[in-house]
């Protein structure tokens, strides 16, 4: 390819919306963390994150980011974010096709007193380990203790530290491997989502 037909765009020239929509549109497809927590007055709380992926194999542990609020809570902090600060432990849900409308009526802008598992539609099931609440129809279900949280310009990093893993039985294939073709994983990309494509693997 011609070095000619390549765009270059550079970040001190870009707003941040400009450059946030060339990074989301670029790093993709990326896995849907839908982080269930409560507030230490025991409120529920559940909501999506697609700035996801492992942090570590050992310990075990999972990464998040979690930006201001947008919309008509812009630039407040998440409930998430907060309940996790306060209480220490939560679960990330994994998003299958089948959820993709509840997740995504999850990711509305309320009030915190609010219970998006009652917004969703989903039922709530207690943690087999902690003391928080996760997605009963959730194929994976991912309890985690609060490891740390990290500022990073607008946004924090929040590691967490498996604790426990719940997996539908019939989407585990033995051998602590998952089919990950029969509960079909959602993905987000640029503001749309997609499935996957038939799996394959290099010789």
Request: hydrophobic fraction near 40%.
């Amino acid at each position: 390819m011609s070095t000619e037909r390549k765009l270059t765009f550079h970040t001190t020239d870009l707003r941040e919306d400009e450059m946030y929509k060339l990074l989301t549109g670029s790093v993709i497809p990326r896995p849907i963390a839908w982080v269930s927590s409560k507030s230490k007055d025991g409120i529920l709380n559940l909501a999506p994150f697609s700035f996801f992926t492992v942090a570590s194999r050992n310990p075990p542990t999972l990464l998040i980011s979690i930006g201001p609020g947008v919309n008509e809570r812009m630039g407040s902090i998440k409930d998430t974010l907060t309940n996790i600060r306060e209480v220490k432990k939560y679960i990330i849900n994994m998003v299958p096709e089948s959820l993709g409308e509840a997740m995504y009526r999850s990711s509305a802008n309320v009030e915190p007193e609010k219970n998006e598992f009652e917004l969703a539609g989903v039922t709530v099931q207690n943690g087999k380990l902690l003391n928080v609440p996760a997605v009963l129809e959730a194929p994976i279900s991912i309890e985690l203790k609060l490891d740390q949280i990290i500022p990073v310009g607008v946004d924090h990093l929040v590691l967490g530290k498996v604790e426990c893993v719940q997996i539908d039985e019939a989407f585990y294939a033995g051998n602590y491997k998952i089919a990950t073709d029969k509960w079909k994983p959602l993905a987000s990309l640029a503001g749309d989502f997609a499935g996957l494509t038939p799996s394959f693997a290099y010789e």
